[in-house]
């Protein structure tokens, strides 16, 4: 499991990341910990792939 911490990692760099996963990859599941409320948190994400947000709606 990749985790992905957005107190540390920009919004932007996350959904990069999310995007680039191919359409088969060995990466299935990613953590998305401290959202703070983001919006779009890759809005666009096609690959399958699981994507679980952990912490604070506020």
Do not use: C, F, Y
Request: charge should be negative; glycine fraction near 10%; aromatic fraction near 2%.
């Amino acid at each position: 499991m990749q985790t992905i911490d957005l107190q540390t990692t920009g919004l932007r760099s996350l959904n990069a990341a999310l995007e680039a996963q191919a359409k088969v990859t060995n990466r299935t599941a990613w953590e998305i910990e401290n959202p703070k409320g983001g919006h779009a948190i890759d809005v666009g994400l096609d690959a399958p792939i699981e994507v679980t947000v952990k912490g604070s709606a506020g």
